[in-house]
Structure formats: C-alpha cells, structure tokens
C-alpha cells in the first residue's frame, strides 16, 4: 500500500513539474569557449526572447518546459536546443563561413555580413515565403529579437503597431518603414511575395536617417531579374482556411433555464420555464458566429535581363474572410509593381519603379458592448436562430 502510495505521489509531482514554467539562464560561447555578446536567443513560435550581455549570458523567464530556443547571430549557424528543466545552459555556436559573404543593406550601402558591426538583423524571403503571411508584420513577429508586433484588431488585414526594442521616451515607436528607399506608413499595402529581404536596423546604424529613425529603421528590398537571365514567368497560388482554435464554455439551454428559475423562485416569482426538458441544448451562438474563414492568393511575375539591365513586373491578388462573420469581415488587396533598372556608363545607372496598390476592408463592430463577440457570450441559448421575416419567438429571458 506505502509503495502505490509513493508511486502516485511520484505521478502527481511530475505532472506539476511538466506543465510549469521556468526561468531559463545560460552561456553563449564559440568554438574557442569565448563568450559572444548579442546572439538573439528567442523562444521559438514566439516573440519571447533575449539577448546576451558583454560575457555571453542571457536569462529569459517564464518559459514552457519542453519549448525550444533559438539562437542566431550574424556569422554563426542558427542553432536550436530544447529546455526541459532550469539548469544552466551552455551553447557553443560555430561560425558560418558561407553567411560572412552575405550582403546586408544598412543606411548607408550595403555591406557583408562580416564587416557589419551594428545591430542588424534580416529576414529573408524564404523565410516569408515559407510562411505565407497577410502582411508583412507577421513575416517579422517572432523572426527577429527585439522587435514586438502587436494587433490592433482581429479583423482580416487589421492594423497592428510594430516596436523596436520598446516604446520612445515621447510615446511614439513607430519605426521608419523603407520600401526601395522610399518612406511608406502602412505595411499592408505591400505584397509579402514582392520582398527579396526585410533588413531591420535596431541601432546606431540607423542613425543616417535621422530624428525619424529613432525608434529603429525596417528596410525593406523587393525583387528584381537578374543581368543574362532570360526571360522567367511565375505563378504562385495558395488556398487556405482560418478557424478559431477553442471556444469558451457556456451553458446550455436546458442548464440555462435551471438556473433562471432559480433566480425567479428566489425573489419570489413564478419560474418562467415549466419543463426544462422542452429546452434542450438551445443555440450556441459561439457555432452560429464563428466560421471557417478562406483565404485567398494568386500572384505572377515575369522578371529577367540582359548584358546590362534588369526588368520585373509583378501582380498579385488576395482576398480573406473574417472567422467572425464569415464574408461579412473581408479584406482585399490587389497590387502591381514594376522596376527596370539599366547600366548606362560604368559609373551611372537608372533605376525605375512603379507600384499600384488598392486595398478594401469591411470589418464588424469590435467595441466591448457593440462587439459580436461580446453578444453571441451574452445572449441567452433559449434564444433560437430566427430569420428577419420569421416572427420573433414568444419567450425569451
């Protein structure tokens, strides 16, 4: 009996310690066990992170056990370990010789990897292109340390508030946004599968741009063909479904219906359902406004060159529905973008851009008392589904 008793107990100490969180600390170090200062170390899948200090050290808390740290740093391969406890931990990173050739764009040029000294840190269009995002915003939330994304809304193509490395001292950390070097305020207009590279300087790097990139500068290149590349025509296409992932518990009809003629019995009235068996489950409105949601994406390009010039054009279509309100929340971006750039003396080139954008959004009422949300958790389950030619139904409560 002492036995099962101490195995049970061994149970439930061990499921407490698996669903816990835990503060993780270690050391980043090379091959030569010298510690290396400003590796981002992220909470993989998440915006969670650190980065660390002059000796290599970093400390993150309240991390799920079983979740996985990457860690990343210009010249060194993304590594990646799992955290199962708090012990300390130890990483040695080892230099990526191909990534030191790399070409980085920062204020003032570009330079490689390897001769870059400030806080730069690049997302590629492979990584965009992996993820197939609605905006751009969400090609950088969780890709790089540093930078917070936050959501304004859950409509389809809602706003969202990028920071860099935390809020300015006057209350606005908008970060300067440069498409092919030129200033835009709105992300959602562009087309993620137009972006060759995001470049996000976080530092004094940004300084060259001036006040305006005191919050931290986002550089963003587009594609363009390539000299003697002949002429290449792509198509991409996805077809996807959003749907929520959990729904709050809420009572059932009949459970309803108990409780109000408690409440009725109590202050003295006569309960207002006779016989509770007559409700049944009623209507989950939770079921009755939330949907699968499409999401829609066409786009082709055609880009290529010659000897000394280089050409691209690109259109590209999407459309998403709301999860909430099926079609009555959409958004739709339609755009097309040009470039030619040619040689014409050795130390003079032309370079040329055209981008068109139009988008739309229909979005439903999100305010705490007017919100969907708000009144498909309010609403009584006695209520049924009705049509608007259909005559209300004689009880309600």
């Known amino acids: 009996m002492r036995q099962k008793l101490f195995k049970m107990l061994m149970l439930l100490c061990f499921s407490y310690a698996s ?12 091959n030569s066990g010298f510690p290396i200062p400003g590796v981002n170390v992220i ?13 290599g050290n970093f400390t993150i808390v309240d991390v799920p ?3 996985i740290l990457v860690f990343s740093y210009i010249g060194y391969v993304t590594k990646e370990v799992t955290v199962n406890n708090s012990d300390k931990l130890t990483v040695t990173m080892e230099e990526d010789l191909a990534k030191l050739d790399e070409v ?11 001769e870059v000294t400030g806080a730069v840190s690049v997302v590629s269009s492979e990584t965009i292109e992996a993820l197939k995002p609605t905006r751009v915003e969400q090609a950088l939330q969780g890709q790089v340390a540093g930078v917070n994304i936050t959501s304004q809304s859950g409509s389809p193509g809602g706003n969202t508030t990028i920071s860099i490395r935390g809020v300015s001292t006057n209350g606005d950390s908008r970060p300067l946004i440069l498409v092919d070097g030129n200033v835009i305020e709105d992300l959602s207009v562009i087309n993620p599968n137009d972006i060759a590279s995001v470049n996000v300087l976080k530092d004094a790097t940004a300084g060259i741009y001036g006040v305006r990139a005191a919050n931290g500068v986002i550089l963003i290149t587009t594609k363009t063909g390539r000299k003697e590349q002949p ?12 749907e929520t992932t959990r729904k709050i518990p809420v009572l ?4 309803y219906g108990a409780l109000v003629n408690e409440a009725f019995a109590a202050g003295g009235e006569t309960p207002p359902f006779s016989d509770l068996s007559q409700l049944g489950v009623g209507t989950d409105w939770q079921d009755e406004v939330f949907e699968k949601a499409p999401i829609i994406n066409h786009g082709i390009t055609f880009k290529g060159g010659n000897e000394k010039s280089t050409y691209a054009f690109n259109s590209s279509f999407i459309t998403q529905d709301g999860i909430v309100g099926g079609s009555k929340s959409n958004f739709t971006r339609f755009t097309q973008r040009a470039s030619y750039n040619v040689d014409l ?20 009422v999100e305010s705490a008392l007017g919100s969907v949300l708000f009144n498909a958790l309010n609403m ?3 209520i049924p589904v009705i049509d608007e030619e259909v005559d209300s139904p004689s009880q309600k409560v």
């Open 231 to 242: 002429l290449t025509i792509e198509y991409d296409m996805y077809v996807g479904f959003q």
């Open 345 to 364: 003396l050795d130390n003079l080139k032309f370079t040329s851009g055209l981008f068109l954008t139009r988008s739309s959004k229909r979005n439903l």
């Open 19 to 30: 669903g816990q969180n835990i503060e993780i600390s270690g050391n980043v170090q090379d």
């Open 252 to 255: 059932n009809a009949s459970e």
């Open 43 to 55: 909470v993989k899948n998440t915006t969670k992170g650190a980065v660390t200090d002059f000796d």
């Open 104 to 114: 980085v764009v920062i204020g003032y040029g570009a330079q490689k990897k390897k």
């Open 65 to 67: 056990t079983g979740s």
């Open 380 to 382: 009584a389950p006695t």
